[in-house]
């Protein structure tokens, strides 16, 4: 079975810092890994995702991602957050089979302030 | 082009009541799946569905069950509800059921059990 395990629940950054939010996986077998952001009162969006290929993934709004296969991580970094970046997220593993269900860490709320 | 869209918003029952949650996904996606998110915890997998069958089940009592209809889109039913089942219940499409296609959600159903 595969787990995620998000190392942070919460946390505080001052606007233009830069973060980094934690995420290590167990797994027996290969995997796919993504970063969700969800806002407010809204559903999940997609920030990035690891498929094979170049260990360095980035995606929208400035973020990336760095896998570690030997470390099993999937560490998620911007250099310099904004006020807007506040939000809760998830760190997300799948299986890489058809029909195989994404399984979830409990999430780390990003705090930014001024 | 609209994205997962989620009836109702909010929805408040009572222990016992049962409850119907209804997704329409994203124009030519045929799968979809849902999830369920506790306060304070990332989203649990309770279906997945593809070409109106069931391909997936999370680990959820036999009270959760779910269809597709021809349309794609699903329905996700609830009986004997409890307090425990009060949570944000989130739709996701994907173009198939093909785990490395990204899963786009939606706003979410949020279910208040009293």
């Known amino acids: 079975a595969q787990s995620v395990t998000q190392l942070d629940s919460q946390v505080p950054v001052f606007e233009e810092a830069p973060v980094e939010l934690r995420c290590n996986y167990s797994s027996s077998v290969s995997v796919y890994l993504f970063w969700y952001v969800q806002y407010p009162n809204q559903g999940l969006q997609l920030l990035l995702k690891?498929?094979?290929?170049?260990?360095l993934v980035k995606g929208i709004n400035g973020f990336e991602a760095e896998f570690n296969k030997s470390q099993t991580s999937f560490h998620l970094r911007k250099p310099s957050v904004h006020i807007s970046d506040t939000a809760e997220y998830f760190c997300?593993?799948?299986?890489?089979?058809?029909?195989?269900?994404?399984?979830f860490g409990k999430g780390t709320t990003l705090s930014v302030s001024s | 082009d609209a994205g997962v869209t989620q009836s109702p918003t909010h929805l408040i029952k009572t222990r016992g009541q049962h409850v119907t949650l209804r997704c329409s996904p994203i124009s030519g996606h045929k799968s979809v799946s849902w999830y369920q998110q506790v306060l304070g915890q990332g989203p649990q997998f309770i279906f997945q569905?593809?070409?109106?069958?069931?391909?997936g089940r999370g680990n959820f009592p036999d009270r959760f069950s779910a269809r597709q209809f021809p349309n794609y889109s699903s329905e996700l039913n609830v009986n004997a509800l409890l307090l425990g089942d009060s949570a944000l219940y989130l739709c996701?499409?994907?173009?198939?059921?093909?785990?490395?296609?990204?899963?786009?959600f939606g706003p979410g159903t949020r279910l208040t059990v009293l």
């Open positions: 569905y593809y070409e109106k069958e069931e391909r």
């Open positions: 996701a499409s994907s173009l198939d059921r093909v785990s490395y296609n990204e899963q786009f």
């Open positions: 690891y498929l094979s290929g170049s260990t």
């Open positions: 997300a593993v799948s299986r890489n089979q058809a029909g195989t269900a994404l399984i």
